[in-house]
């Protein structure tokens, strides 16, 4: 079977079709002469994607079985959502392709693509999952500033992180504004009436010696948190209904580069790295950081819960990059950024808001328990 370009929507594959492919015909008709490839010498393109499904029938992945019934075209196009063939390409068609770069011949040979198929990448994630875990577990109450990561096949965040961090760069240029908010006003004003907190160093970063533990900073060290829309700023402070909030303007004085975590859904062509597996390691890593520096923490504990994000804040710090870009978990569509060297941004203008509406969501963590009998005559006799 030959393939053209238009049988995919990967451009990585596009492209490698229009740079190593012969004219020839698709169709065997003999018309509509274009570059073409023979199927199976895409095979070596797409065996680390491929590598990471695995059929049904006979699969060692017991624990995955439940979630079979899906074609291995389908894992791929739909279900991880890489989007590798042209949207005119049926599943029928998408699975013929696959048998071809497959190389299924005969019927004994390889498990055809139209059959059941498992998605292993799950277990990984499972197992990415559990070791983030183990390796916030230690930090909290073993080794807290040498961590052992025993899974080798994960390994230590450094060095899984170092190969990655730069497909995550979010630039900020010289003049982008960003808002920091604080509840309070200026009590001092001499004319009567509440005034914002003037620009300057109370509407910034605390200084090293009042600084205590955040999401990505240890107590003393002082990073600068600040939200891309004034709303989320306000949102981020938890003010209260009748609150007044002193709100800044900043702006970037010197270019930041970023780790932006904020989206870590794959947006990558799954033909561009030969470890595939390692990559969405990574991925998943910056997922849950992400995750961990958008979810308020029990004040109680906060100096322990802080200390994995703390950690792997440090080692984008260390690899040069000027702080983080992560989601906000206030606001639906906020987004928050850490900068290490506030040294970087000014705060230029402030003003005062009151707080008047707040908007509640909620997800239930349980049904409603029905009392005793007994209780519940007592609950009626006291009313």
Known sequence: MNLSSSCFK?????????????V???DGTGDNYVKVV?????SSLFKPLLDLYEPFRGSTWDYLHTLSGNTLFDCIQDDDGWEVFAKAISPEVGCQILDAIRDVTSPDGSIRSDEEWVNKNQFYQAMQLGWWDAFSKQLKHARRFIPDVG????????????EHLSEFEYPLLVGKTLYRARIGWDDKSAVGHSLPIAPGKEMGAPPPEKATAGRANPAGVSYLY????EATAVQEVRAYVGAKVTVAKLEVTKPLRLVNVAKTRRVFSPFLHPNLKNVLFAYDILAVLNEKLSRPVDPNTSHLDYLPTQYLAEVVLDYGYDGIRYKSAVSEDGVNVVVFDHGKTAVFETKLIEVTAMKLKYRDLSGYSRGSPKSRMKSRKSL
Do not use: F, T
């Open 10 to 22: 990967d451009q990585k594959l596009q492209r490698h079709i229009e740079k190593n492919g012969k």
């Open 24 to 26: 020839g015909s698709c």
């Open 38 to 42: 023979a199927a199976n010498a895409l």
């Open 151 to 162: 899974n080798k096949s994960v390994g230590d965040p450094r060095k899984v992180l170092c």
């Open 226 to 229: 600040v939200a891309e829309q």
